[in-house]
């Protein structure tokens, strides 16, 4: 047998692979564009895709309509730009100290929202040259990053300034959902007004054409009426449902995870099964090795409650998920070495999904897809569509 090797010298893979669905995220992001009502979309790519690979992801992405990319850091965004993709791209996270010169020069729009990173960018421009997009966030709830009701007219006249020496442009006016995925949750139409309240502000001040974006996934398929100028979808781009209580809003889950079986044995009843032996065998039965583990971001929490199909049904992890393997109870279901496992997929062929993974686990999919380790090679199909 021949494995994949995502690069021999330094990333040796596992004997397993996360294959990726690219038909599916170009299908994903026509549904997230019906609900987004003509608004402009952009794919969020942080955090490597979401684990489905970020560059591969991203193209994928623009097929299906999508015309801007966001990440969360600026060098996220840098190695968009290394993979030769040049549509807009914007930054949301920054740090003091990040290579905002480099960001300058290849056109990444970045966010504000406080005064020391507006200055940090005004002297990237002034460096470099460059005229920096900038979209100011509003913190209109969710009391993570952008300026306060407080702080924000200070902030937008900043912007202006910088703005009428040349080294900014206001692109944008942006802020992000604290409980979209949990509609009629008080704090949406709450934090909607207090946007509505800071673009009202901006526009006073003076900033004309920027574009609005408040929309995260669940607030694209469930609040089509906020849509404003842009949706900035990140979850459902991969297929994953953002409110799983309301369905699958027709999205295709784009990654399947398999693994090959490395062991096939019986073995008699009251066999303790893996580290600690929180598994002991009920009877007489098949133990299959599946060659995944925790540094491949199958959580050790998996540990006798997450289903994998194999053999043509569904058995379940017995025992301690290990660093780079656990075991499965088969039954009397005939496996051999070599068999495919699948731990999740669309669901097509009985295998579970993420989302029962999830579900399982008590965590939700974007945790599941997004640690899914450097060592599973990420296999493409989809491409030519
Ligand atoms: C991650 C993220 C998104 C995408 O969120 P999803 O729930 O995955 O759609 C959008 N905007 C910001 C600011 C984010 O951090």
Sequence with gaps: MSFPLADPQVRPATPAEARV???????????????????????????????????EAAQAALRGGATRLGTAFVREALALRAAGIDVPVLAWVITPGEPLDEAAEQGIELSAGAAWVLEEIAAA?????????????????????????????????????????GLIRVAGLWSHFACADEPGHPSIAAQQAAFADAV????????????????????TLSLPEV??????????????????????????????????????????????????????????????????GYADGILRHATNLAEVLVGGARHRIAGRVCMDQFMVDVGDTEVQVGDEVVLFGPGDDGEPTCQEWA????????????????????VYSGVNT
């Design 21 to 55: 669905d690219l038909a599916a995220i170009q299908h994903n992001v026509a549904v997230l564009r019906e609900h987004a009502r003509g608004a402009e979309l952009m794919a969020t790519v942080k955090a490597d895709g979401y684990g489905h690979g970020m560059a």
């Design 125 to 165: 421009a002034a460096r470099t040259g460059r005229t920096v997009g900038v979209h100011l966030k509003a913190d209109t709830g969710m009391s993570r990053g952008g300026a306060t009701a407080a702080e924000w007219p200070d902030l937008v006249d900043l912007a202006l300034a910088r703005q009428a020496e």
């Design 200 to 219: 009202q502000v901006a526009e006073k001040a003076g900033v004309r054409g920027a574009i609005r974006h408040l929309s995260n996934s669940a607030a």
């Design 227 to 292: 849509a404003y100028d842009m949706v900035r979808p990140g979850i459902a781009v991969y297929g994953l449902s953002p409110i799983p209580q309301l369905g699958d809003f027709g999205l295709r889950p784009a990654m399947t995870l398999t693994a090959r079986l490395a062991i096939a044995k019986r073995v008699p009843a009251g066999s303790g099964v893996s580290y600690g032996h929180l598994y002991v065998t009920p009877r007489e039965t098949t133990l299959g090795l599946v060659p995944l």
């Design 359 to 378: 579900d399982s686990l008590g965590t939700i999919t974007y945790e599941i897809v997004t640690r899914i380790g450097a060592r599973v090679p990420r």
